[in-house]
């Protein structure tokens, strides 16, 4: 059963730069037929997609954020990672990773997700 | 982007009636790309159908979603006490992704 966890800071500053590392088990993220993403949730945004990267290191972001973001993955390590520059207190969240359950369409609907990691951004 | 409206905001219902939820999209949705999803209270999202009709692995036949263009509807034809929870739909169809505000299913 695939598995995935995120790990991250739970506070961060603001203006500093937010890291969140999702570790995936029972599977590996070098497989042709997904993409591996990142879901945020506030009560204020609701849920809101990220990003999301293929396992040969190519990328798609949310337009709205894809200035201030990078995702990143580690096949060695069976990892993927969030980061996101210049938090204001609108970045604070409930930030998941998820499997994307699709090989061609990097925001196409998830069918695994991580349990959630509350990232707060305050002085 | 695509707005997805949810409607109703709350549905209150007693175990074993029907629920009906709706998805409204500002425009039409490419290829009827859009999913839906469940949430309880702590959790994360729990997927549940993919391309407007096609059932997640697991997801019990009382769920059935439907819909095209830009009118999606979810049903749960009896109510089990495991469905009371907030339901979202997402649509991929066009970029970027987005989510409806979802649409919580009470017990009455």
């Known amino acids: 059963q695939l598995q995935l966890q995120e790990s991250g800071p739970g506070l961060v500053k603001p203006s500093e730069t937010l890291s969140i590392t999702c570790t995936v088990s029972?599977?590996?993220?070098?497989?042709?037929?997904?993409?591996w993403g990142w879901v945020r949730q506030s009560p204020e945004k609701g849920l809101e997609w990220i990003g999301s990267?293929?396992?040969?290191?190519?990328?798609s972001y949310n337009p709205s954020l894809t200035s201030r973001v990078t995702i990143s993955a580690d096949t060695s390590k069976n990892q993927f990672s969030l980061t996101l520059r210049s938090v204001t207190a609108a970045d604070t969240a409930v930030y998941y990773c998820?499997?994307?359950?699709?090989?061609?369409?990097?925001?196409?609907?998830?069918?695994?997700w991580g349990q959630g990691t509350l990232v707060t951004v305050s002085s | 982007e695509v707005v997805l409206t949810q409607s109703p905001g709350t549905l209150s219902l007693s175990p074993g009636e029907r629920a009906t939820l709706s998805c409204r999209a500002s425009?039409?949705?490419?290829?009827?790309?859009l999913a839906w999803y469940q949430q309880k209270p702590g959790q994360a999202p729990r997927f549940l159908i993919s391309?407007?009709?096609i059932r997640a692995t697991g997801v019990p036949d009382r769920i059935s979603g439907s819909g095209s263009g830009t009118d999606f509807t979810l049903t749960i034809s009896r109510l089990e006490p495991e469905d009371f929870a907030v339901y979202y739909c997402q649509q991929y169809g066009n970029s970027p992704t987005t989510f409806g505000q979802g649409t919580k299913v009470e017990i009455k």
């Open positions: 391309g407007a009709s």
């Open positions: 029972g599977g590996s993220i070098s497989v042709s037929n997904a993409f």
């Open positions: 998820a499997r994307v359950a699709s090989s061609f369409v990097p925001s196409a609907a998830m069918n695994y």
């Open positions: 425009q039409s949705v490419s290829n009827n790309y």
């Open positions: 990267i293929y396992y040969s290191g190519s990328a």
